[in-house]
């Protein structure tokens, strides 16, 4: 709530019978002094009393289809099970991961504080990182907020979200983390990385690795199945809920293009996103945007030729592909693709009003998971659009599909309440 401006209450001065000679300019110098000091003292009592942060405790006890390897008990949330690890990395430490409720505020903010009462052993670790959702419906990439550094949110948001990641050594103690307190605020500055308007997603040319790994669990918890369709990104920044495509890239290689959901953390490292200009980049800041660090470290020996965790760096990788995306976009082996991350774009997407009722929102442009529902009409911001399977209503046909970035997935376009078979101003992704 904003805190109301106090200001300072003054007497008139009280009128006086007319005198003559010296007591008379004397009184108009006193008169004019008070004036001029009540003037100058006029800004300060109008200045408005900075807006007061709100805060809120986080329920740790609500665990879900976010959360990944987690359990809550004894009034503590911890990692289930100290063996496992997401597939893309390969190693031997227990990892969880805990998507907190959202919480919406009243007012815009964009500067987030993270306050733990847990217990880390010296071989564990727990990260919490934030996002917040704009009024249009778009979320932000997470960003770290370590203990005593507020995160700074790249824009104004009206919902915030946590996240929780916690590691341990197998066979260790692993971290417990009783509560979360969470303060959010309006720096009163301009954005930490505003993004221009109307500019296009970033794209560069990297190096991709097939994932495999059927039957493991990714970083988000998806199990991982036959002629699958995601990719690994290797930063947490940029890492979408289980089932949702928030966060989704292009990926071109010599036969086609597609577009797959950010489901899983890697290769190599886990906090390199190359994709963000050198000086937001959360590490490797002095790498030039789009150029990986595995990269770096492979071609050119680059941090003693390791990866973040000191690995050997074998191959310059700074994409996994899903065995689908990967045969798809026409690989037979590892090698070289063209990659667009779509929500870096600073372009506001365009409305559309949906129709109908029981929308489906599918977290891919087929008949595949429904990640939201649509109860009846709704105004819905189009980032772009992807050719998917045809879907027939009210004796037409349509085989575009529109990426919703505020609900995490696709609706077909014959569901949108516009005659045109592809939806006006609305680009391909």
Not at 52 to 81: E, F, I, K, Q
Not at 185 to 210: E, K
Not at 313 to 335: S, W, Y
Request: hydrophobic share 35%; charged share 20%.
């Amino acid at each position: 709530m904003l805190t109301p401006s106090l200001r300072r209450r003054s007497s008139a001065p009280r009128r006086r019978p007319r005198t003559t000679g010296a007591l008379s300019g004397t009184a108009c110098l006193l008169a004019l002094a008070g004036t001029a000091l009540a003037a100058m003292r006029a800004p300060a009592a109008d200045a408005a009393a900075p807006p007061t942060p709100v805060s809120w405790r986080a329920d740790l006890s609500r665990t879900g289809t976010d959360d990944v390897n987690v359990r809550y008990g004894s009034g503590a949330l911890r990692v289930r099970d100290g063996s496992v690890s997401p597939a893309s990395l390969g190693r031997n430490r227990g990892y969880a991961s805990a998507v907190l409720d959202t919480h919406h505020v009243e007012r815009p903010v964009n500067r987030v504080t993270v306050d733990l009462d847990a217990t880390v052993p010296e071989a564990a670790s727990v990260e919490a990182d934030v996002r917040g959702r704009t009024a249009d419906g778009t979320w932000t990439e997470w960003r770290r907020a370590a203990a005593g550094t507020p995160a700074r949110l790249p824009r104004d948001v009206v919902d915030v979200q946590a996240r929780l990641t916690l590691w341990n050594v197998k066979g260790e103690p692993t971290a417990a983390v009783r509560s979360v307190t969470l303060t959010a605020d309006d720096t009163g500055s301009a954005p930490a990385d505003p993004v221009p308007p109307a500019t296009a997603a970033f794209s560069a040319r990297v190096y991709a690795t097939r994932e495999g790994l059927v039957g493991h669990t990714t970083a988000n918890g998806h199990v991982i199945g036959e002629n699958d369709h995601f990719v690994a990104l290797p930063s947490r920044r940029a890492l979408s809920p289980s089932g949702s495509g928030q966060y989704s890239v292009q990926v071109c290689g010599p036969a086609r293009c597609e577009t797959a959901p950010v489901w899983d953390v890697g290769p190599w490292n886990t906090h390199d996103d190359h994709w963000n200009p050198s000086a937001r980049r959360e590490q490797w800041q002095d790498l030039p945007q789009g150029l990986p660090e595995a990269q770096a470290a492979y071609e050119d020996g680059y941090n003693g030729g390791r990866d973040e965790f000191g690995r050997q760096v074998a191959n310059p990788a700074g994409i996994d592909l899903a065995d689908g995306t990967f045969h798809n976009v026409g690989l037979d082996d590892n090698g070289w693709v063209t990659v667009t991350y779509l929500w870096t774009g600073g372009g506001e997407p365009t409305s559309f009003l949906t129709r109908g009722t029981g929308v489906s929102v599918r977290q891919r442009a087929t008949t595949s998971a429904r990640v939201a529902s649509l109860p009846g009409p709704t105004a819905v911001p189009v980032r772009c659009h992807v050719q998917g399977q045809l879907v027939t209503y009210d004796g037409y046909g349509n085989d575009a599909r529109s990426s919703l970035p505020g609900r995490g997935g696709h609706v077909s376009d014959i569901l949108v309440d516009m005659a045109d078979s592809r939806l006006p101003g609305v680009p391909a992704c």
